[in-house]
């Protein structure tokens, strides 16, 4: 099973849900997929929750990840992604973060949501619904 896609607009930000097993060129294709598809709904925010995908990385990987994502996605206010606890290692952030991209990995959505729509009004009533 190839990664699969459902994107959803909420109120301030683009959520983005991926399911299935995942390979680097196919997490590649994905943020590729995320830059076309924030163009597209006018987001600045963009939610990634990836705890149901499937794979295993390797640092260099993760790295290689981080690079193409603040690429695709650079033009983004704030990316906010959950994994899974035995998955958050870092090094897509730190990467990402480094090239100029303003991400930060979560393992809980009600954080990542308070985070990436800090500022924001609605913020705590979307954190809270999530929990």
């Known amino acids: 099973m190839q990664l699969k896609p459902l994107l959803d607009r909420?109120?301030?930000?683009l959520r983005a849900t991926f399911t299935g097993a995942a390979t680097l060129p196919g997490a590649l294709s994905m943020l590729?997929?995320?830059?076309?598809?924030?163009f597209e709904f006018s987001d600045s925010l963009l939610l990634l929750d990836l705890r149901q995908v499937e794979e295993s990385f390797s640092a260099a990987d993760e790295i290689a990840m981080g690079k193409e994502a603040a690429k695709a996605l650079g033009h983004l206010r704030?990316?906010?992604?959950l994994v899974?606890?035995?998955r958050r290692t870092g090094n897509s952030e730190q990467v990402s973060t480094a090239s100029g991209l303003l991400m930060k990995v979560f393992v809980s959505e009600?954080?990542?949501?308070?985070?990436?729509?800090e500022g924001q009004q609605g913020a705590a009533q979307d954190a809270g619904r999530s929990q």
Not at 78 to 81: D, F
């Open 78 to 81: 704030r990316v906010a992604s």
């Open 10 to 13: 909420h109120e301030g930000y």
């Open 84 to 86: 899974r606890e035995n």
């Open 32 to 38: 590729q997929t995320l830059r076309y598809s924030s």
């Open 110 to 117: 009600a954080e990542a949501l308070a985070w990436l729509l």
